[in-house]
């Protein structure tokens, strides 16, 4: 069977096939391959991978605020959810340094 026509009862009882198009917009049909990483995409898995390498986290923010995910909107939820790891990192270890630089300078 041709999947290109339409099976639609209504259209067979008057014995035509409607052949069914492509979608509206060419562009869409980038996106039928997966993402890279699993499919899980560059974002996501910086931030798995972040939590054992931290440095993933800036590079995924990296990607994020030079529109990276322009390429392939898929993308950018897990490069946001990356820059967020990597903003919450850096608040982090900006509150312990100071912590730590605070109780050595007094007695």
């Not at 009862?9 to 509206?24: C, D, R, S, W």
């Not at 390429?71 to 990356?82: I, M």
Request: aromatic letters at 16%; proline letters at 7%; hydrophobic letters at 45%.
């Amino acid at each position: 069977m041709d999947q290109r026509h339409s099976t639609d009862a209504l259209n067979h009882k008057n014995g035509h096939y409607v052949p069914i198009g492509g979608p509206e917009d060419p562009e869409l049909e980038k996106f039928d391959k997966p993402l890279p990483f699993c499919g899980c995409g560059i974002g996501w898995f910086s931030l798995l991978l972040g939590f054992v390498f931290p440095v993933m986290w800036y590079y995924a923010a990296f990607l994020y605020f030079w529109k990276y995910y322009d390429k392939d909107p898929r993308e950018r939820s897990g490069l946001g959810a990356s820059a967020v790891a990597a903003f919450v990192c850096t608040v982090a270890v900006l509150v312990a340094v100071t912590v730590i630089v605070t109780k050595s300078l007094l007695p």
